[in-house]
């Protein structure tokens, strides 16, 4: 594969990422689907479809995971709960707001894995960090009250749930740094999205979506969050990073938000003022910032 092939599927895959969120705002908007039923059924059947990739290429045994020492199997909760986190809050604070502005306050994680890293390592941050740090926080604060400190201009909950979706997505990328190098990344993400899925089932009807009558639209929707939101894009980045390495990489996803913002205002509808644009360079240009060594 080719340097320019490898940038054309990163590029691609962030896209439908980015897709993908605007799907969900659409089914939020027009039907009346139960947020944990979505990422429930989500999570466990992406995750049946990576255990058939697994299973097809057959280089990994399938149960392998659950018979590591006890370490790994932390590291393995930690990243399931992690993957659990940043996906529920990422969904339920589309759910409340919309896709654009929760998929940019997600963009704050990289700020989060400087912190962790500074705690971790016992250092003072660096020059670059800080003003990263600053700019994801302008970024936020404009994104969440439009330059007027005295008011919110989405609801106190989205920006929770986008913030810990945030916190979340920093758990589950740092945490498997360790049994990466023993399993592949398909594989710790088929048991992740399975595993958290199943976490989730007690919380909701796995037979009662909340959706009176299913569409077109609606089953378009929700299979592409499935196949084109999660499975695909992930297994296409990922045969992309190698090519191009995690830097060049990291700096194209963040086409992600960009995405979702123009479709989401293209085909939605969504009105997004000015200082929301603002907010979006700031954290893009953050992820940017802090991906340059």
């Known amino acids: 594969m080719t340097q320019t092939m490898g940038t054309l599927i990163v590029l691609l895959s962030t896209g439908m990422w980015g897709i993908s969120g605007v799907c969900g705002q659409y089914l939020f908007e027009h039907t009346q689907i139960d947020s944990t039923w979505l990422i429930a059924v989500r999570q466990i059947l992406a995750g049946l479809m990576y255990m058939m990739v697994i299973v097809q290429r057959g280089k990994e045994p399938l ?35 919309n896709a654009p502005t929760a998929t940019v306050l997600i963009y704050t994680a990289p700020v989060f894995v400087v912190l962790q890293q500074v705690l971790m390592q016992h250092r003072p941050v660096e020059k670059k960090e800080a003003v990263g740090i600053f700019t994801a926080l302008m970024g936020v604060f404009l994104v969440s009250t439009h330059g007027n400190p005295t008011s919110l201009v989405i609801s106190p909950a989205a920006l929770f749930w986008s913030i810990l979706s945030a916190i979340a997505m920093t758990l589950y990328t740092v945490a498997p740094a360790h049994i ?70 990291s700096l194209i996803s963040c086409s992600e938000p960009l995405c979702s913002v123009l479709f989401s205002v293209a085909f939605l509808g969504t009105f997004l003022a000015l200082p929301d644009y603002l907010g979006v360079v700031c954290i893009v240009g953050t992820v940017v910032m802090l991906s340059l060594k």
């Open 180 to 249: 990466l190098k023993e399993y592949s990344s398909p594989y710790l993400m088929g048991w992740g999205q399975l595993l958290s899925g199943f976490i989730l089932l007690p919380l909701c009807n796995p037979f009662h979506s909340g959706v009176e009558s299913w569409t077109f639209f609606s089953i378009g929707a929700m299979g592409y969050i499935i196949v084109f939101g999660t499975v695909v894009p992930f297994l296409m980045y990922f045969n992309g990073l190698k090519v191009i390495g995690p830097v060049k990489a």
């Open 63 to 97: 149960f392998a995971i659950f018979r590591a020492q006890r370490q790994t199997l932390w590291k393995m909760l930690f990243f399931t709960l992690g993957l659990l986190g940043s996906q529920y809050g990422f969904y339920y604070a589309i759910k409340l707001s």
